[in-house]
Nanobody, 123 residues
Framework: QVQLVESGGGLVQAGDSLRLSCTAS????????MGWLRQAPGKDRDLVAA????????YYSDSVKGRFSISRDNAKNTVSLQMNSLKPEDTAVYYC????????????????WGQGTQVTVSS
């Protein structure tokens, strides 16, 4: 069982940066692939970024590639999402998620979810 708690959301202007963090409970954090997904009003929940167990392998959706960066610290049980050059279309609820599936990318079933944190980007 893994419990995930996100922090760092807020209201920013277009072009600003924001850093989301997710802290996991338990002693098996390093065995999970971690991801950040987002859901805008009226839209499906989509994978934004994912990171492998060691942190060497990452995935980014085309919409955020080059602007967002995912990282993890297995010693601190944390995964972060650095978001730069934010756009109004990045507005969504962002969720931290964990899976024991070693595949890094879309289409993976996520076993554990955080409660979500709102990111709002004004134009």
């Amino acid at each position: 069982q893994v419990q995930l708690v996100e922090s760092g959301g807020g209201l920013v202007q277009a072009g600003d940066s924001l850093r989301l963090s997710c802290t996991a409970s338990g002693r098996t954090f390093s065995t999970y692939v971690m991801g950040w997904l987002r859901q805008a009003p009226g839209k499906d929940r989509d994978l934004v970024a994912a990171i492998g167990r060691s942190g060497r392998l990452t995935y980014y959706s085309d919409s955020v590639k080059g602007r967002f960066s995912i990282s993890r610290d297995n010693a601190k049980n944390t995964v972060s999402l650095q978001m730069n050059s934010l756009k109004p279309e990045d507005t969504a609820v962002y969720y931290c998620a964990a899976t024991s599936n070693p595949v890094i990318g879309p289409g993976v079933s996520w076993a554990y979810w955080g409660q979500g944190t709102q990111v709002t980007v004004s134009s």
